[in-house]
């Protein structure tokens, strides 16, 4: 077990509410007759979700109901209510603590359009993948409805769609910055990250008679504050510009300077020291007592470049150990991020899988098929976070990059419990992984210099020198899992970090022989150096060392097997040319991709602020620094795209005309060295399909679509409007249009 920095309290330190007398729940009630069966006269607490109700570990609810349950809450799980009004948010009475609030495992607008902003007509967490069974931005909608329906419980807000918009994020579908979702959702507190610790160090002061307001500083929350607390320093950084000379100054949001009184709502005595950012080296400030002022919402929504500075701050202070608080104005109100909730040891994470979930579906659902259960009913979660730091994923937003890692017999545990529980089980694990697979009890060598490091990534431009990259605890595991009774084969599906694995060949060697069943995904996401720096990604030597030993292992196994290498289109910093030369790539190697992938701008991201501003966060960020292409409209998506799919007839046209424009008329033609062929071979090819309207078709970007986007909206907004049995006169005006 690695000893961290900064501690906490222990998870299960906790002592146990009077309701525990009840015991453990078979599920946890979503009805009232299930809770009268239960003996329950009421809730303590009432978590809401976009999923169906799951009872496994891989699902959010589900993990947090178990953890309050585990300490003595009656928790109930209000799934996939019909938002457009607020009856199905009553159905299980008030809640005696709180509402929890999560728009489910995924981010709603991901879940229900594509990247080329598309409706979705499934939904992988819905009985029989059914789309539409959750609404857009579903953590607003959710939380205001428990508003509507008790106006007097406190509304706590979190999972993966709130932690990716604590702060003013810019908004892809609308294609504008946003509030901080907390004040959208008018909800009292927000949860980031992996929840456990705050949620339970929430619900036991709540229980205790502690308000919502009192929880200030709890770790992991978000919470709403008219004035900045008292006694702190304050690090303004709300410019990129600051002149070379810089004297004593004021405060610029009409604090009290230092050395006068000012009031606010923690002390009436101990002033705010304002230090103006570039002046912020040469002092040593205690963490624990300063915070950073973020650009306000008004001038990040205005200011792309404000908004590229912000996000490389909010990444910069991301690491538990050493993170300081946050501040950022939105109109009279001020939004203080706390810091990142200290990672969970081992024992914690332990203790948390081994909570008695049923591991299937609820009961109501009978035999409705959950796409997302079927995928995951068999896989085992090892870890959690990821210090990859790829600047298109949110991973690391939410999870952090510490990674937290379970014990050899809990895993080994949850396998007996998967035979055991499991309907059907063949003796197949479909998974032993997390977000990396291979990234399993990798941290930092030394306490210190973690407790310190502000590093985006411990891979990137190229592995730290201070990572341990020994993977012989997860070659251990693979073997320890083979060697049970009852299984037969151990996948691994999750994905690999090839760049490390190649640091320790023992692990690959055991990974190629028995681990993979013919086909391994590996994701390079582009072969040209330009592209990659604005991923964090490694350059394709790591991929070509991985590739030989992937090749001999398989030969010495005596097993044909191939990789499957995933790319990224129109991501910024990616060029036509680099586009061009990925799919020159591909050919030369003879892959055909079939399924494509475009660059997804998600909240808070990097690679978004990229998207968004034209500049590169990676650095520092002034007016005058490195400008970011990025491929936005139709046609640029759409012919990035067709490169990847170079083989493809319907993408030819448009590609000889790209390289006709580009002066690379040498690669069309007939030939191993040729990219596509020449016009008259069309005659014998498919043909191709008509030219997609905006808005609609393979490819249509961003701009295109927002015509189609705006109609979809607005016929949302009638449908809630006819309802004429809304309950009223419990928000206001602007609250009812943002719940609608």
Known sequence: ?????????????????????????????????????????SCDVIIVTGDAYVDHPSFGMAVLGRLLESKGYRVGIIDQPNWRNADDFMRLGRPNLYFGITAGNMDSMINRYTADLKVRNDDAYTPYGEGGKRPDRAVIVYSQRCKEAFNDVPVMIGGIEASLRRIAQYDYWSDEVRRSVLIDSTADILLYGNAERAMLEVTHEIAMGKSMKELTHIRGTTII????????????????????????????????????CQTNEESDVMPIRVIPAP?????????????????SFEKVSKDPVLYAHTSRILHLESNPHNARALIQKHGKKEIWVNPPPIPLETDEMDGV???????????????????????IKTSINIMRGCFGGCTFCSITEHEGRVIQSRSHESILNEIEDIKAKVPGFTGHISDLGGPTSNMYTLNCKDDEIQASCRKLSCVYPTICSNLNTDHSPTTELYRKTRAIEGIHTVSIASGLRYD?????????????????????????????????????????GSYDRFKRMFDKYSKEAGKKQHLIPYFIAAHPGSSDEDMMNLAVWLKTHDFKPDQVQTFYPSPMSLATAMYHSSKNPLKQV?????????????????????????????????????LIKMGRSDLIGHGANKLVPPAEQDKRAPRRPKKAKPG???????????????KNLANEKARNKANKNRPKGKLTGKQKSRAR
């Not at 303004?236 to 230092?258: A, F, L, M, N």
């Not at 046609?635 to 007839?649: A, S, W």
Request: glycine share 6%; with cysteine.
């Open 353 to 375: 899988f081994d909570l008695p979930y049923a591991r299937v579906p609820h009961p109501k659902y009978k035999k409705a098929r959950i796409p997302a259960y079927d995928m």
């Open 696 to 710: 609609q078709g393979t490819g249509a970007s961003h701009s295109s679509n927002r015509p189609t986007m705006a």
């Open 225 to 260: 504050r008219d004035t900045p607390p008292g006694g702190f320093t304050e690090i303004d950084s709300t410019r990129v510009d600051w002149p070379g000379k810089i004297d004593k100054i004021y405060s610029p949001y009409e604090y009290i300077p230092e050395g006068k």
């Open 1 to 41: 077990m690695i000893k961290r920095h900064k501690t906490a309290k222990h998870l299960f330190s906790y002592p146990a509410y009077w309701a525990e007398c009840y015991g453990v729940s078979p599920f946890l009630p979503t009805t009232r007759e299930e809770m009268d069966a239960l003996g329950w006269d």
């Open 500 to 540: 490390l694995a190649v640091e320790d060949p023992e692990y690959v060697r055991e990974l190629v022989t028995y681990h993979v069943g013919g086909l391994l995904k590996i994701a390079p996401e582009h072969s040209e150096t330009e592209t990659l720096s604005k991923m964090m990604k490694p350059g394709m």
């Open 279 to 295: 002046l912020r080296r040469g002092e040593k400030l205690d963490a624990e007592k300063t915070y950073i002022r973020l650009p």
């Open 622 to 658: 002034t007016y005058k620094s490195e400008d970011v292409y990025t491929p936005k409209d139709y046609e640029q998506r759409r012919v990035q795209k067709g490169f990847l799919r170079y083989h493809d007839p319907s993408n030819w046209q448009a590609l000889r005309d790209t």
